[in-house]
């Protein structure tokens, strides 16, 4: 089965834990890092809410 790129569990809008989903990685530390790129470069918000509008919904697998 291969990987796409889609939201996941929403939190706010599911872009985190399908970021983690898709790298392998822990959608904590995906929500830490987005965290440090608002607080500290401001940009992180901006990539966010394009994220959450371009990424599509997860659906559930077809039987």
């Known amino acids: 089965m291969q990987k796409r790129l889609v939201k996941k ?3 706010i809008f599911g872009v985190c834990s399908g ?3 898709y ?12 965290l440090i790129a608002i607080l500290g470069f401001g940009t992180g918000l901006l990539l966010y809410l ?8 997860d659906t559930p697998p077809v039987n």
């Open 9 to 11: 569990e929403k939190k």
């Open 23 to 34: 790298f392998d990685m822990d959608p904590t530390l995906v929500r830490v890092i987005f």
């Open 50 to 57: 394009i994220l959450a509008v371009v990424m599509p919904e």
């Open 19 to 21: 970021l983690g989903y």
